[in-house]
């Protein structure tokens, strides 16, 4: 069994500070973490994702996340918040077998304030 | 360009309605996917598809029905057994359904109820 826990359901940040963006998931395997993106009315973007490799994962748009296996946590970071960050950005849990289930977290919504 | 098209991007039905809602990619993906959207509670899955002639239901398949005639193409029915089907609806594919492969989305369709 997988689940995936997004702990905030809306983040608001100012313009230039920090993002973060918590996310922990739990995983019977050694599991694939990945995170996207979406704006109003599209499809999902890929902004990032870990697949056991490096456990500092860097992504498109200056995003960034750290696998942390003792904590069961992948949280999404960036060092300073642009306007066009303001999305609703999702942490995803795929685990191993024949078919690739996918469990998606509830979202985060970032808003940033200018 | 490479990507995942859906049409149309709103579709107005009534009820007892049965309509199909268009997936295609030119991606070269083996598998493809269908989720449902409502608010606050992420993607959930409708149907997927790992290879042509093959499809397995997901987690909400109540109501919808799916073909996969062609690799490129991967059309969903929401049928009038679907008892709330007023929703943002996005597919997505996938290289092949491995837990390390990232899913591509297209820009989704909403389908309202009236």
């Known amino acids: 069994a997988q689940s995936v826990t997004q702990l905030d359901s809306h983040v608001s940040v100012s313009e230039g500070t920090p993002v973060l963006l918590r996310c922990n998931y739990s995983?019977?395997?050694?599991?694939?973490l990945f995170w996207y993106v979406q704006h109003p009315n599209k499809g999902l973007q890929l902004l990032l994702k870990?697949?056991?490799?490096?456990?500092l994962v860097k992504g498109i748009n200056g995003f960034e996340a750290e696998f942390k296996k003792s904590e069961t946590s992948f949280h999404l970071t960036k060092p300073s918040a642009h306007m066009s960050d303001a999305a609703e950005y999702f942490c995803?849990?795929?685990?191993?077998?024949?078919?690739?289930?996918?469990?998606f977290g509830t979202g985060t919504k970032l808003q940033v304030i200018p | 360009d490479g990507g995942i098209t859906q049409s149309p991007k709103y579709l107005f039905r009534k009820e007892g309605q049965n309509v199909t809602l268009s997936c295609e990619q030119n991606?070269?993906?083996?598998?493809m996917y269908w989720y449902r959207q409502d608010p606050g509670q992420g993607l959930r899955l409708i149907y997927y598809?790992?290879?042509?002639?093959?499809?397995q239901k997901g987690d909400i398949a109540e109501g919808y029905s799916v073909s996969r005639e062609k690799k490129e193409s991967f059309p969903l029915t929401v049928t009038s057994a679907q008892k709330n089907p007023t929703a943002f609806y996005l597919c997505?594919?996938?290289?092949?359904?491995?837990?390390?492969?990232?899913?591509?989305f297209g820009p989704g369709t909403r389908l309202t109820v009236l």
């Open positions: 997505a594919s996938s290289t092949s359904s491995g837990v390390h492969n990232e899913q591509f």
């Open positions: 995983s019977s395997y050694s599991p694939s």
């Open positions: 870990y697949t056991s490799a490096a456990t």
């Open positions: 995803v849990v795929s685990g191993s077998g024949g078919y690739q289930k996918v469990t």
């Open positions: 991606l070269n993906h083996d598998a």
């Open positions: 598809s790992q290879i042509v002639n093959d499809f």
